[in-house]
């Protein structure tokens, strides 16, 4: 697949849906102050945040709990979490209305557009969190995590990053590893028994397959075999 292909799949279904009158009031009201509209321009990340410190970007959080409990635990880095649904992103807001912080910003768009505009060497890690697996065979070239994909991950990774994904498909997870060990600047820092690092909180996705008797596989790569995830 080239990259012009690639960059024409989609690896989501933009569902939209409504915002509960909570979120849309917290939508309207922080927006502002936690939300970045992207331009297609080099971000300064020093515009971003009040303190220049480490940076991790999650890909597809959901409804942003998971994300926001690693923001209020590691005050010391900052976080960019993407996503597209956006009754997800009022969850968030809604629970920064709560509990004000200031090492967390929000993005509505497709990471395969703002990837190219990512500064290399800029983030200290990127998190994956159970994207969707795509199960079927003639949909595999719909998910997100690809050689390619990683490849220009890479470039964005500072000497140290990682990526740390998760799954609780087990076919996606022996894929993922695929991916990861085949990238010669990996190494394989996943816990044994693809562990869930104590970093990372539970996620909705994660329990919904739990309660569907699924496995959990969190699968690191870093750059360097003393990375620090986070701090």
Excluded at 180 to 204: H, I, M, V
Excluded at 211 to 222: C, E, P, S, T
């Amino acid at each position: 697949m080239d990259e012009n292909q690639h960059s024409h799949i989609r690896s989501f279904v933009r569902r939209q849906g409504r915002l509960t009158p909570g979120q849309k009031t917290a939508y309207d009201e922080l927006w502002s102050i936690y939300g970045i509209t992207w331009e297609e321009t080099p971000p300064d990340f020093s515009e971003w945040f009040e303190a220049q410190q480490p940076t991790y970007l999650e890909i597809g959080f959901g409804n942003g709990s998971s994300l926001f409990q690693m923001a209020k635990a590691f005050p010391r880095c900052n976080f960019i979490g993407i996503e597209v649904h956006t009754p997800g992103i009022g969850h968030l807001l809604v629970q920064l209305k709560d509990e004000p912080l200031s090492n967390l910003k929000i993005i509505c768009h497709d990471v395969i557009e703002i990837l190219p505009f990512i500064p290399e060497r800029s983030l200290s890690g990127l998190h994956i969190y159970f994207p969707d697996p795509w199960p079927k065979k003639k949909h595999h070239k719909r998910r997100l995590i690809q050689p390619l994909f990683v490849d220009k991950m890479l470039l964005k990774l500072n000497s140290q990053g990682y990526i740390h994904a998760a799954t609780d498909w087990q076919e996606y997870a022996e894929h993922i590893e695929t991916v990861f060990t085949d990238t010669p600047e990996f190494t394989n820092c996943s816990l044994p028994d693809f562990a869930c690092p104590t970093y990372r909180p539970t996620t909705k996705f994660e329990r919904r397959g739990t309660k569907k008797g699924h496995g959990i596989w969190d699968i690191i790569f870093a750059k360097s075999a003393d990375y620090s995830p986070l701090s």
